[in-house]
């Protein structure tokens, strides 16, 4: 009985071996949290380039705003949750997903690096990459 109860427990090890290093390799490959820059808050929503609506449980929302800072572009984030402009906005929009990024008059739903960038470049705000 004992010999069986082992043998059963060698079964689970590889795979409590696969979840700590799936969460390991997560943790490894979340972004940096960075500080949002709140529209209204720390700056006027027509003083910068770019505005992104969020939330702060968002992950996508924070690969966004990393993103954006990295680059050096300005910009602001109005939360959906705990904005009222925030939310009507987001109501208003023409998407159905966070983030969703103002650049110009180009709205980009969802966090993808390739699109922002182009549309960053369509607007003059990011240099195009000579390499």
């Known amino acids: ?23 390991a390799v997560m943790q490894y490959l979340k972004p940096p949290y960075v500080e949002p820059v709140m529209c209204g ?10 505005v992104m609506l969020g939330a702060s449980w968002c992950r996508y929302c924070r690969g966004a705003r990393t993103y954006l800072v990295e680059a050096g ?9 705990q904005s ?12 159905g997903g966070i983030p969703a990024i103002y650049i110009g008059d180009d709205l980009i739903i969802g966090f993808n690096r390739d699109e922002i960038a182009q549309a960053l470049v369509a607007h003059d705000l990011l240099p195009l990459d000579d390499d």
């Not at 004992?2 to 590889?14: C, D, G, I, V, Y």
């Not at 572009?73 to 949750?81: A, G, H, T, V």
């Not at 009222?84 to 998407?95: F, K, V």
Request: negative net charge; hydrophobic residues 45%.
């Open 73 to 81: 572009i300005d910009y602001c984030e109005f939360d959906i949750e």
């Open 41 to 50: 808050r720390d700056v006027a929503a027509e003083m910068v380039d770019v």
């Open 1 to 23: 009985m004992a010999t069986e109860n082992l043998s059963s427990r060698k079964h689970w090890l590889p795979l409590a071996l696969g979840v700590v290093a799936l969460l």
């Open 84 to 95: 009222q402009r925030g939310a009507e906005l987001y109501a208003s929009g023409r998407g």
